[in-house]
Antibody, heavy 124, light 108 residues
Framework: QVQLVQSGAEVKKPGASVKVSCKAS????????IIWLRQAPGQGLQWMGW????????NYAQIFQDRVMMTTDTSTSTAYMELRSLIIDDTAVYYC?????????????????WGQGTLVTVSS | SYVLTQPPSVSVAPGQTAKITCEGN??????VHWYQQKPGQAPLLVVY???DRPSGIPERFSGSNSGNTATLTISRVEAADEADYYC???????????FGGGAKLTVL
């Protein structure tokens, strides 16, 4: 079955970086994209960016533009999201989800498969 | 950028019908998707493209989209339906998804 499995919880200090992985199975990885979102405690869903697994094209939310990087490894069907210069307010559950993307965009896309979420705690 | 507005909370008695709205400028021109999120779990797609249901989602869940309002309707509400519900569209002008703020459904 189609599945996304994320890496485990992380605890980081302010100023550090975190890299979350999202391993896909059950479908052809390069035919879709991956979207990354986060959810702070008690808050709603915040879009961070998406990446086309076919072309590597990315589109980041402006608020994260300067400190996020999304990549994929097609040999292992794994997507990665790295967030740098962490602050306390980056404490959240980070999710990956499958997106219906072409090589350059994901118009109208729904997210039909989600990872289980990765809790990232930023604390001094 | 495009904004989606949802009521913070909706309450309904078991067996009744719950309607959760999602307002956006001319939202009828967009495809609306709905997600259910229970505490400690990842979101689950329950309606896509305004009114279609993924495999495994009960027929009790339905959607509509007209004018400036999209609606998720849950018929014969059960205690297990208690969750946060988010609407989502794709903003083509900025090429990114937009989520509503979420509506908490409470089953009385």
């Amino acid at each position: 079955q189609v599945q996304l499995v994320q890496s485990g919880a992380e605890v980081k200090k302010p100023g550090a970086s975190v890299k979350v992985s999202c391993k896909a199975s059950g479908y052809t990885f390069t035919r879709y994209g991956i979207i990354w979102l986060r959810q702070a405690p008690g808050q709603g869903l915040q879009w961070m960016g998406w990446i086309s697994a076919y072309s590597g094209t990315t589109n980041y939310a402006q608020i994260f533009q300067d400190r996020v990087m999304m990549t994929t490894d097609t040999s292992t069907s794994t997507a990665y999201m790295e967030l740098r210069s962490l602050i306390i307010d980056d404490t959240a559950v980070y999710y990956c989800a499958r997106a219906y993307c072409s090589s350059t965009s994901c118009p109208g896309s729904k997210f039909d498969t989600w990872g289980q979420g990765t809790l990232v705690t930023v604390s001094s | 950028s495009y904004v989606l507005t949802q009521p913070p909370s909706v309450s309904v008695a078991p067996g009744q019908t719950a309607k959760i709205t999602c307002e956006g400028n001319n939202i009828r021109s967009k495809s609306v998707h709905w997600y259910q999120q229970k505490p400690g779990q990842a979101p689950l797609l329950v309606v896509y493209d305004d009114r279609d249901r993924p495999s495994g989602i009960p027929e009790r869940f339905s959607g509509s989209n007209s004018g400036n309002t999209a609606t998720l309707t849950i018929s014969r509400v059960e205690a297990a339906d208690e969750a946060d519900y988010y609407c989502q569209v794709w903003d083509t002008s900025s090429d990114h998804p937009v989520f509503g703020g979420g509506a908490k459904l409470t089953v009385l």
